[in-house]
């Protein structure tokens, strides 16, 4: 968690986190399927469709990926953050259950 700590004070008191962005190439068939694309435009219907000889690969498209570096690795941001959320989500369930007892019924 030293890493989010540090991540935390960049944006907070030193001007903003600083992202290691990298292109990632992805067969142009699956950006439909990503999680930030509407679910109706994951129908076939609306995808492009591809037609090629047999062997022929797939077409690729290039999209942004964004990485937190230190001195122990990089990390994908959104990688970074679930573990950090799902940290915090943990701590508060501990707390809860130790300072709010469930009430009788």
Known sequence: MD???ELRLDEAKRGGA???VEWEE?????LLA?????PWRQHAAYGGHVFA???VPPPKAFRQT?????EVGKEEVTALCKRYLDFLDK???DFSAEN???SPQ
């Open 100 to 102: 709010y007892p469930a």
């Open 3 to 5: 890493l989010t700590n």
């Open 26 to 30: 992805v067969a142009l068939h699956g």
């Open 53 to 55: 000889p047999p062997g």
């Open 91 to 93: 701590m508060l369930n």
């Open 66 to 70: 964004y990485y937190f570096e230190d």
């Open 18 to 20: 600083n992202a290691l």
């Open 34 to 38: 990503l999680t930030d694309v509407e």
